[in-house]
């Protein structure tokens, strides 16, 4: 069975920081790209930043570069968002995803992606 879990989300006041990971069951990340993607309330969900199948490259949407650093780990099947200097803005629940190709896609759809985590839960609030 494929599943991609989501954990790290959490309550945190502004210059906080995170790591979000998620975990693949069912499928190795050694074949996948992994995207990450948040959702705020209200809004469309869109995607923060990628790391490709290989780990050669990585991407950032504007907003966070600088903040966010993407990684994965093979050896455990997990990937990883660290989030530093939060801000509200961040506020979203936020999601991991793969898609099989060796690429950063400049398509930023989600539909890009294959496999989808439930999500985990970040607010940002003193």
């Known amino acids: 069975q494929v599943r991609f879990v989501e954990s790290g989300g959490d309550l945190v006041q502004p210059g906080g920081s995170l790591r979000l990971s998620c975990v693949a069951s069912?499928?190795?990340?050694?074949?996948?790209?992994i995207g990450w993607f948040r959702q705020p309330p209200g809004k469309e969900r869109e995607r923060v930043s990628c790391i490709t199948r290989n780990g050669g490259n990585t991407a950032y949407a504007d907003s966070v570069k600088g903040r966010f650093t993407i990684s994965k780990d093979i050896s455990k099947n997990m990937a990883y968002l660290q989030i530093d200097d939060l801000k509200p803005e961040d506020t979203a629940t936020y999601y991991c995803a793969a898609e099989p190709f060796n690429r950063c896609s400049s398509d930023l759809r989600a539909s890009v992606y294959q496999f989808w985590g439930q999500g985990t839960q970040v607010t940002v609030s003193s």
């Open positions: 069912g499928f190795t990340l050694r074949r996948y790209s």
